[in-house]
Structure formats: structure tokens, C-alpha cells
């Protein structure tokens, strides 16, 4: 019984401490910036015909295709608009986390970082392990430190209003995140996601937007080329292409806290 009570109290703790990071998170993404400013008056400029025609230029030969029918959707009873702009920001997030994970299965089917990243003073899984086993392997406190980050990166987004930048579904441009300027000035150093040195904000307005087309593009591909790498090591022969390199794999890639979740 003392077993029992232990293991309760290890949960409550657990839930406690998760509940914290999320609401402290809620806290810094409004706390630090002017409450007064009005976003209210943005015109709103997304409907399905920008749908079909940002296809024409995306895809020449494929162009508008919707089987799914979302862009005649009314999501939340926003009205086709804020709809618009839900699905817009949307694919461009997926495209970038698509992106991102491309990019980072590549690097770690070859190389791990050297140094500690464990308490214990060792590094990361081998490389000999496939990205879906080094996920695996990794202790249960850094996937939710992942994941934090992820809720984080999340909220801040979604209360882009209080630093005056109206919500995606309210006239902001699909794929603009909001600055993370008052969380450096007041918690910690952290870059920009989006230009993070300036770069292009000199940049012809010609040229960001034939860079929209081609981020959306390489987004898409990128959604194709991770869960090719993802069903070649969990369906033998799946992707022909890949047979030759793929690392089987025996877990879930939809369970990522498969054999140690727990609260």
C-alpha cells in the first residue's frame, strides 16, 4: 500500500509540475507587452479564390486540388476568410516542422552531438540506432522538455494579438510569427525563428514573395520525403527507393511516449 501511495503522489507531483510550465508559458507570452494596442481594425484579404490562384503559381499543372473540401469549410463559424487563413498558416507550420525533420533525421542517421546531454554526463543514442530508436531511447524528461518547447512555441503564437500582431485567422499573413523580442528583454536571450539576423527584411518584396512560393513548395516535399523515411523503416519495401538504407523498425511512431508514459 505504501507502493501505491508512492506512485500516486510521484503522479500528482508530475501533473502539478506539468500544469505549472504550461500556465507559466500562458504568463510570459502577454505579460511583458503593451496591453492597448488595437489590432481590431485589420482588413482581411484571404478567400478560396486567393486559394486557386496562389495554386496556379505553386503548381502550374496540378493547380487548385482540394478533394477534401476544406476551403469550403467554416471552421469554428469564422467564416471562409479566417478558414482561409487557418489552413494556410497551417500547411506552412507543417511544411516547416516537415522541414525541420527531414533535415534532422538525415543528420542523425549519421552523426550524434558529442557532447553530455544527460545528467549522468553521456551523450545522445548512437547513430547505429535509426531517429525513430534514438527517440526511444532518449529518458522520458527530455521528451517532455521537447515537448514544452513545443507548447511554448504554440501559445506564443497563437497570442500574437498582445504584441499587436492580429491572429492568423484575423488578417495575418499565413506563416508570420510573432516576434520573440519581450521574452528577450524580460526571461532570456532567445533568436527570432524568422530572420533571426536580418537578413532579408532589405530583400525586394518581388523576391520574399517568390521565397513564400518556394518555402510552401519545399514545405510539401519535405512532408513527403519524412514520412517516406518513416514507412520505409516501419513497412519492409515500402518505399523501393529507400530499401537499401532503411532501419527496421518494431515501435510506433504515433505513440512517442510508448513504453514509458506515465502521469
Not at 42 to 53: F, G, K
Not at 199 to 219: C, D, L, M, T
Request: hydrophobic share 40%; proline share 6%; glycine share 8%.
Amino acid at each position: 500500500s505504501l507502493l501505491i501511495i508512492s506512485q500516486n503522489n510521484d503522479k500528482q507531483n508530475k501533473m502539478k509540475i506539468i500544469a505549472a510550465l504550461l500556465t507559466s508559458t500562458f504568463g510570459i507570452a502577454s505579460a511583458f507587452v503593451p496591453a492597448s494596442q488595437n489590432v481590431g481594425s485589420v482588413r482581411l484579404s484571404e478567400s478560396r479564390a486567393d486559394l486557386e490562384e496562389l495554386a496556379g503559381k505553386l503548381n502550374p499543372i496540378v493547380k487548385f486540388y482540394d478533394p477534401m473540401a476544406l476551403a469550403q469549410g467554416d471552421f469554428y463559424d469564422m467564416g471562409e476568410e479566417a478558414t482561409v487563413g487557418f489552413l494556410r498558416h497551417s500547411e506552412i507550420k507543417h511544411g516547416r516542422v516537415a522541414m525541420a525533420a527531414f533535415i534532422g533525421y538525415c543528420v542523425q542517421s549519421n552523426f550524434i552531438f558529442p557532447w553530455p546531454q544527460h545528467m549522468d554526463g553521456t551523450t545522445g543514442p548512437s547513430a547505429s540506432l535509426s531517429p525513430e530508436q534514438q527517440w526511444d531511447a532518449i529518458p522520458e524528461g527530455a521528451k517532455w522538455q521537447i515537448f514544452t518547447l513545443i507548447a511554448f512555441l504554440e501559445i506564443w503564437d497563437e497570442c500574437s494579438s498582445a504584441q499587436g500582431m492580429p491572429h492568423y485567422t484575423k488578417g495575418r499573413m499565413p506563416g508570420k510569427y510573432p516576434t520573440l523580442q519581450p521574452f528577450r528583454d524580460n526571461v532570456h536571450f532567445a533568436l527570432d525563428l524568422f530572420d533571426p539576423f536580418g537578413f532579408s527584411k532589405n530583400r525586394a518584396e518581388e523576391a520574399k514573395a517568390r521565397g513564400r512560393i518556394a518555402e510552401v513548395n519545399n514545405g510539401r516535399l519535405a512532408m513527403l520525403g519524412i514520412f517516406g523515411f518513416l514507412s520505409a523503416d516501419k513497412i519492409a519495401d515500402s518505399v523501393p527507393a529507400l530499401s537499401a538504407i532503411a532501419i527496421p523498425y518494431d515501435g510506433n511512431c504515433m505513440i512517442p511516449f510508448e513504453g514509458n508514459f506515465h502521469l
